[in-house]
């Protein structure tokens, strides 16, 4: 019954006083005002409550609707001849169409359902109207949420759009038929055989939708009538005979490619790289309707999380490394975020080394000039200390000590260090000293770290009596280096002489290892300045992580310049081994990230490990706990520990927990129709105004929050869009259905008559819905085959994008506004 009267209610209506469960005591000495903030807080704090009790109800569907039957597939290349594979029973779009969304729009369907018990069998306004209030809110409201909130350049388009066809039309079809019963056919009743019909729709778009998603309609064939089964992820059409990968070969498959990406995988901790593992391992599986909403609910109220939490840090690696490039892929400027992230000081270094370990003079020369390189950041001036250390040459007798320090001008690659070698005309044997390199304190304002050492820090200086050029060939004819080592060194000796300036020219030639891929080098020069005995040939080793095979090549000498000659050994071979100790890394990340995932599954807890969880915030991750997670935890904590009562899904296969969510949620339901109807009349709401506003948003936000996680994630928008227009369906279906079937045998056993229902605002709700349901769908169907609007249902350009979402955010509140509106008697109804 409507109402033209806009001012205060009479306060002493009974409606006011009386609900199924509430008051619990006399309120009638209350204060109108205090009584109505009470009410609000008590709705607000039970959709709370709501969101708790559904999330068990969907952790008991989700164990209940993932459960396998062993299935023997024939393998001739196994010692059995047959593998055991594990085979989903529930068909993802009948679990979406009957438990998934029974799970989503139980508090909708209960409250018609328990409204109709509570009113003795009449109807009432509450639950109707929260049923098409939410409905409208989902449908254009998380539909807007999840068009926009895809990232630029990104879009999701509905992979079984037979399925969307199917759900869409009857999503529209379901109300368009309340309309037709309500109003056209036998007006402000509902005869038993509509009621039976309204219901036995229900099974109807679950046997259209399920031969639309198995395609056994319009033609479709099944290939070979060949015997085929859902195997998570695995299209619809695979053989059995194709055997997808497992979870634990997925796993590792994941963890080596990101480990792979990273320049050094060891600076990362297992734990690290466990998290960041486990999210990816989340990301890549298809997920149900309820891991999305469990997921959403404890996330909203620091619940035990069901999705690796990452550091800011953290995440910035696993969103820069993509899991796709390998180590060669990345930028030195990518690579040195990355060292960035894993909390590497990102600083300018400028590395000063000599240019060879070794170098021979002539007694007579007067001098020996030792070049030093520097290499790296060359902005700024650059010093490094040297001094002489006695071999069997000593100071004095046969070269003069140094002791000082060499400094580089900004820009400067390369100085000498000069050595005085006296030449005391006794004949002796070759006699050696060295010279070293040491770091000092730097000056002019350049940090102490700016200046590192390379490896070749000390030179052996040999004086002889020889003016020869020299023979030039490899120290060894093969050699050994680890994949990991990074850039590889292979010396070239210079003996029977070290007179003049002479250029060797090499090549290396692959064996079964590829340059570009496994090493960095395909030919170059080594120049020996005068004196200088010993250099090395410096390629960079490209770590693939491999660790099951060696990879193989050959570096050759071509010729050698200024008289010298090549020795006996030209050619050497190169043979990189596999790291032993990356595979090691690789094994106990595997493990840890099974651990977490085995951790974070639905239907895993123990009823101890309930309780656990429900008094501590975010379930025992007290570590990454914000501010926001202890408030919301302390408002739910009373609520989190009675739900800990429920028995976990891992009883029964789910269905304990199952019953004892269900018995719950409707005894919340009834308070929640209680706290709606009396607060409503306390501010002088109409009961579909508060059903289509108040209500309806609260039963339907955590479906938002696990609408817009799911369209991110998922590569499809199957999981947000479609499972909104199956839901919608099912609520009518069922929620109208069950309570008019109710109503209906009641009135017609006890009275012999029809089940009265007012038509008047309902009717104009459901029709006003009906025609924002059609644009909404048009609208979508438009952006998927429109190549200007993206050709996707979400993301796409950015204008269309954004214009699409509010042209639905406008739509849902041109349907609330008109139907307060007509509620109230200003505007006629259709």
């Keep these: 019954m409507t109402s033209t009267n806009l001012s205060c209610p009479d306060f002493s209506d009974f409606k006011c006083n009386s609900g199924i469960v509430l008051p619990l005591i006399n309120e009638s000495i209350w204060s109108i005002e205090f009584r109505a903030i009470l009410y609000l807080v008590g709705l607000l704090w039970s959709f709370v409550a709501i969101a708790l009790v559904a999330d068990a109800f969907m952790c008991a569907i989700e ?65 109707p109207g929260t049923i098409v209030g939410s409905a409208s809110f989902n449908l254009l409201i998380i539909v807007a949420v999840c068009v926009a909130g895809i990232p630029n350049g990104d879009f999701r388009r509905i992979k079984r759009i037979k399925v969307f066809a199917v759900t869409a039309g009857f999503s529209i079809f379901a109300y368009v038929w309340l309309y037709i019963v309500l109003v056209a056919h036998t007006e402000n009743e509902i005869e038993l055989w509509e009621a039976a019909v309204t219901f036995g729709f229900f099974p109807v778009l679950v046997i259209i939708a399920f031969v639309a998603d198995k395609e056994y309609c319009c033609g479709a064939k099944v290939k070979d009538q060949r015997l085929e089964i859902e195997l998570g992820d695995v ?47 989340q ?3 298809q997920h149900s309707r309820a891991w999305y909403r469990v997921r959403a609910s404890r996330d909203l109220f620091a619940g035990q999380r069901i999705n690796p939490h990452l550091s800011d840090n953290l995440q910035k690696l696993h969103d820069t490394t993509g899991f796709e490039n390998g180590a060669v892929g990345l930028s030195p400027q990518h690579r040195l975020e990355l060292n960035g992230i894993l909390g590497t000081p990102i600083k300018l270094t400028s590395e000063i080394e000599f240019d060879a370990v070794s170098c021979s003079v002539m007694e007579n020369c007067g001098t020996v000039k030792i070049s030093v390189v520097r290499r790296g950041d060359l ?41 005085e070698i006296i030449d005391d005309n006794v004949w002796e044997p070759d006699e050696t000293f060295f010279v070293k390199l040491s770091k000092v304190d730097s000056h002019n304002g350049v940090d102490d770290d700016y200046v590192t050492l390379g490896h070749k820090i000390i030179n052996q200086v040999t004086i002889i009596n020889d003016d020869e050029p020299g023979t030039i060939e490899f120290t060894k004819p093969s050699y050994l280096v680890k994949e990991s080592v990074g850039n590889a060194y292979f010396p070239l000796q210079r003996t029977n002489g070290a007179d003049g300036v002479v250029e060797v020219v090499w090549r290396t030639t692959d064996l079964n290892a590829k340059e570009g891929v496994h090493y960095a080098g395909k030919e170059g020069k080594v120049t020996f300045e005068h004196g200088e005995d010993v250099k090395n040939i410096e390629l960079q080793i490209i770590n693939d992580h491999e660790t099951k095979k060696d990879e193989n090549f050959q570096i050759t000498l071509i010729s050698a310049s200024g008289g010298a000659s090549l020795g006996h050994t030209q050619k050497t071979v190169v043979t990189v081994v596999g790291d032993d100790e990356f595979d090691g890394l690789v094994r106990r990340v595997v493990a840890k990230t099974h651990l977490k995932l085995q951790k974070m599954k639905l239907g ?137 079937l109710m109503g209906t045998i009641y009135h017609k056993t006890v009275y012999g008559t029809n089940f009265p229902v007012d038509s008047g605002s309902l009717a104009f709700s459901v029709a006003l819905y009906s025609i924002c349901a059609v644009l909404c769908v048009v609208t979508l169907m438009a952006r998927r085959y429109i190549p200007a609007l993206g050709k996707c249902e979400l993301g796409g350009p950015v204008g269309p994008k954004w214009a699409t979402a509010g042209f639905f955010t406008l739509l849902w509140i041109l349907y609330v506004v008109l139907s307060a509106l007509q509620t109230y008697n200003i505007i006629a109804g259709f």
């Design 63 to 127: 164990v209940i609707t993932s459960q396998t039957s062993e299935v023997k597939v024939a393998r001739p290349d196994k010692e059995e001849g047959f593998e055991i594979v594990q085979v989903r029973v529930w068909n993802d779009t009948v679990a979406n169409l009957t438990l998934m969304a029974l799970g989503s729009s139980a508090p909708e369907i209960l409250l018609s359902i328990i409204e109709i018990l509570g009113n003795n069998f009449n109807a009432g306004e509450l639950g």
């Design 235 to 281: 299209a619809e059409d695979t053989a059995l005979m194709k055997r997808p990968k497992t979870e634990q070969e997925k796993m590792k498959d994941i963890v080596q490619t990101f480990m792979k990406s990273l320049d050094k995988p060891e600076k990362l901790s297992e734990e690290d790289a466990s998290n960041i593992a486990a999210l990816k391992m």
């Design 283 to 285: 990301e890549e599986q």
């Design 379 to 419: 902005s700024m001036p650059a010093s490094v200390g040297f001094e002489t250390i006695d071999g069997t040459a000593t100071a004095s007798d046969d070269y003069v000590a140094v002791k000082d320090v060499l400094i580089f001008e900004p820009k400067e690659t390369k100085k000498y260090i000069e050595i």
């Design 604 to 740: 895993s807890q123990s009823w101890a490990d309930q309780f656990t969880q429900a008094m501590c915030v975010n379930g025992g991750d007290i570590e990454n706990a914000t501010p926001g997670d202890y408030i919301m935890h302390f408002l739910s904590f009373g609520f989190k520990v009675i739900v800990a009562f429920v028995p976990p899904p891992s009883i029964w296969n789910g269905w304990a927990c199952f019953a004892g969510a269900l018995f719950l949620l409707i005894g919340l339901t009834a308070v929640v129709g209680d706290l709606a109807t009396i607060f409503g009349c306390l501010i002088g709401l109409e009961p579909t105004v508060t059903a289509i506003t108040l209500v309806a948003l609260g039963t339907s936000l955590p479906d938002l929050f696990a609408s817009k996680t799911a369209a991110t994630q998922e590569r499809y928008a199957d999981n947000c869009i479609g499972n909104v227009t199956g839901s919608n369906s099912v609520n009518v279906f069922l929620g109208l259905g069950i309570s008019w």
